[in-house]
């Protein structure tokens, strides 16, 4: 049964901008950096029909694009969206692993009673982000996470498509093999010259001369090949820290964007917290730093509060100290936060999702099901052979 869920943001902060500002619509838009060694962050889809994508330099994005309209990023407002996205994940499974700002799993199989299929929790995501966000998302979903996250990118854009399990060798043998998660040019390149170039014939290869040729990454290739994807989806109740970050798509040096995307961070960090019924005592900064005189080296930096906390506020002040301290600002990449020193107690909220009997289940649902009739009325439940 298709239970994990890629779900994607299309072209986030493009989207983002042209939400924001009615007068992009329709029109090829990048956000990111137009001038010299700029890169494009994000390009939204009436850029890439010329061929604009992300990590392009722009100078060879505005070849391709003349017209291109460069927008330069805005970290906090699509951290505080992606806080909003996400909340609209939890409706439907507490167990989400955030990629980056506009991307996650989700396993569904506790909720499939309650909410319907995979594909009907799917649809009721992307409505959900199109109604209340005015944004599209697509979807896609399967029983592991390699066919969900591939399928999201074929259901792309503003779509969505569902793999079930005794479909997911069909779906993934035609395949390239560039399509697994973590191969790369080289590893791509040894498989060719092996003649390897689908997922199919990755497949029916000799799992011990893969071995033999990429080492311990060949097994497991081998296996994801042939639909083995035991990968869990790490949802927030099994970790020991709370994080956020971020990469700018240039050299990032402006103090009042560096410190709003700090607190943006905080904020989304502390919701999580706070939905969990945990707080943490220790809040770390870590930002990786671009500057041409120091090296692409992750900084982080920490301080452990005398009680612990679930406050944005709190947690936004500490971190932006800790920037605020430093010796020297470079020029930085990546900016994050992270809580961790975790207290309180998390497994109360856990049994809403899970299937099964018992008194503080029902109850806890029932509440869940009451905060869902109150916010959307009742014609959005869909108990699922409940
Ligand atoms: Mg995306």
Request: glycine letters at 10%; one cysteine or more; a negative charge.
């Amino acid at each position: 049964m298709a239970t994990i869920l890629h779900a994607d943001m299309d072209a986030f902060y493009a989207s983002v901008e042209q939400l924001d500002n009615p007068e992009l619509h329709g029109k090829p838009v990048a956000v990111g950096y137009g001038g010299r060694r700029g890169v494009v962050a994000a390009a939204s889809y009436e850029a890439r029909r010329f061929g604009v994508r992300s990590a392009m330099a722009s100078s060879v994005a505005k070849n391709l694009c003349p017209e291109l309209v460069f927008i330069r990023s805005r970290m906090p407002r699509y951290a505080a969206i992606s806080a909003d996205v996400r909340e609209i994940f939890y409706r439907y499974t507490p167990l989400i692993e955030p990629l980056s700002l506009d991307e996650a799993y989700l396993d569904v199989g506790g909720s499939l009673r309650l909410f319907g299929s995979a594909g009907e929790i799917a649809q009721s995501i992307r409505r959900d982000i199109r109604e209340e966000l005015n944004l599209p998302c697509s979807v896609g979903g399967g029983s592991g996470k390699l066919v969900a996250k591939i399928a999201s990118k074929k259901a792309k854009p503003d779509g969505m498509l569902i793999v079930e399990e005794v479909d997911t060798l069909e779906f993934l043998r035609p395949l390239s093999v560039s399509e697994i998660w973590g191969v790369g040019r080289v590893t791509e390149q040894k498989l060719l010259d092996m003649g390897i170039a689908t997922i199919g014939q990755l497949a029916d290869y000799d799992p011990e001369v893969l071995e033999r040729e990429l080492g311990r990454w060949g097994p497991l290739l081998h296996g994801l090949a042939n639909g083995e994807d035991l990968r869990t989806v790490e949802g927030d109740r099994a970790r020991k820290s709370y994080g956020e970050e971020n990469t700018f798509e240039y050299d990032a040096t402006e103090p009042d964007l560096i410190e709003a995307t700090v607190i943006a961070h905080a904020e989304t960090v502390a919701r999580r917290l706070r939905r969990d019924g945990v707080q943490g005592q220790t809040v770390m900064l870590k930002y990786r730093s671009s500057g041409r005189d120091v090296d692409f080296k992750l900084v982080t930096r920490s301080h452990t509060l005398d009680t612990p906390t679930d406050d944005g506020a709190v947690i936004g002040r500490v971190a932006t100290d800790l920037w605020r301290a430093e010796p020297k600002h470079p020029p930085i990449r990546l900016v994050g936060v992270q809580v961790s020193g975790l207290e309180g107690d998390k497994p109360v909220q856990l049994g809403l999702f899970n299937e099964g009997e018992g008194d503080q289940r029902s109850k806890a649902l029932n509440a869940a099901l009451d905060d869902i009739v109150k916010r959307f009325g009742a014609s959005s439940i869909k108990r699922g052979g409940a």
